[in-house]
């Protein structure tokens, strides 16, 4: 598989199981009813779609050694996607930031049983 095929099957992976996870995380164990499960798909979209190409085409040219690039990778991406529901959806920081990595958790997870 092409290092693009694997990119574009990772952003399906990944925004499946993020979205999946954030929406669960968010209406049943945050218990915030008040936020449309439309709203939830669409930030999650938006998270995944912003940072998933930098993590694959933009960080390997800055940052060479495997560990340093997923640890650093992985931890911009948690940053920013929790930014992303803090803003979109009016999350508590905090919660934000806690979805956000359980979401990554998993799709990373997720993705390398799969790939």
Do not use: D
């Not at 499946?16 to 939830?40: D, G, H, N, P, R």
Request: charged share 10%; no cysteine.
């Amino acid at each position: 598989m092409f290092y693009e095929q694997k990119f574009l099957f990772s952003l399906l992976l990944s925004l499946i199981t993020e979205i999946l996870v954030t929406s669960l995380l968010i209406k049943f164990f945050f218990k915030q009813k008040e936020i449309k499960i439309s709203k939830i798909i669409f930030a999650g979209f938006i998270a995944s779609a912003l940072t998933l190409p930098y993590f694959w085409f933009v960080l390997p040219f800055y940052v060479f050694n495997r560990n340093a690039y997923i640890f650093i990778g992985e931890g911009a991406i948690v940053l920013v996607e929790a930014l992303v529901y803090y803003q979109f959806l009016q999350l508590k920081l905090s919660r934000a930031f806690i979805v956000s990595l359980i979401a990554n958790a998993a799709s990373v997870i997720l993705g390398l049983i799969i790939l």
